[in-house]
């Protein structure tokens, strides 16, 4: 399984644009890379997924190089309800036998 | 979105005592579903998966006479901690995945055990 490195932590402000980067050298070429937001005590929620370039939907893109061996999340113009953590997460999406990975996450931060 | 729900949202048991929790897929058949383990400030760890009408994969180092996983409908998955004892709290999440979509999660389980 294809494992993903994350900034632990990252602060920003409202109205800022926040863009965090996952490295995932090892990704295979079945690998979709997902992205997951999480608020405390709940479970993960679903914000974005893609294969390759960039894919953009009403709260956030995704920004994938030619050799997808790591993906950008952008946030744009972030308010309080952002501060959460963010999983950036590959894998296989022929089948859906196989769980998610979890890496360490990153922990955003955002201050009035 | 296809929606995963867990029942309960928390529970605190006495120590020795076993806990069920439920995992259920609302509008889609999930053949496989899966549970993870979250401590504080943790991220998610898979404990095990789980196969309708077979027996679940545990991950290594999850004891699985301790979290018994019953898979017994495509559209329900229960995690059941015996005996549980205090260093067993946790948030407990499961997941279901589609084919070619991506992985959907319940609201999680925060047990405590006292």
Request: proline share 4%.
């Amino acid at each position: 399984l294809a494992k993903t490195t994350q900034p632990i932590s990252m602060d920003s402000y409202e109205g800022q644009e926040v863009n965090i980067t996952c490295s995932h050298n090892n990704i295979a070429t079945n690998d979709y890379i997902t992205w997951y937001q999480q608020f405390p005590s709940q479970g993960p929620r679903f914000i974005i997924q893609g294969y390759k370039t960039k894919v953009t939907n009403e709260v956030a893109s995704l920004f994938i190089p030619a050799d997808r061996k790591s993906s950008t999340l952008s946030l744009p113009r972030v308010s309080l309800s952002d501060t959460a953590v963010y999983y950036c997460l590959v894998g296989d999406m022929r089948t859906g036998r196989r769980a998610l990975t979890f890496g360490s996450g990153t922990r955003l931060q955002v201050q009035p | 979105g296809a929606v995963v729900s867990q029942h309960p949202s928390w529970v605190i048991c006495k120590s020795g005592t076993s806990v069920k929790i439920e995992c259920r897929s609302l509008d889609f058949q999930a053949t496989t579903m899966f549970w993870y383990r979250q401590f504080p400030k943790q991220s998610l760890m898979l404990m095990a998966t789980s196969n309708e009408g077979s027996k679940a994969t545990y991950e290594q180092g999850v004891e699985k006479d301790k979290f018994l996983i019953n898979h017994a409908s495509l559209t329900l998955s229960t995690l059941t901690v015996t005996s549980a004892h205090p260093e067993d709290s946790s948030f407990y999440i499961c997941s279901a995945r589609l084919l070619r979509t991506e992985a959907f999660f319940g609201q999680g389980t925060r047990l405590t055990v006292v």
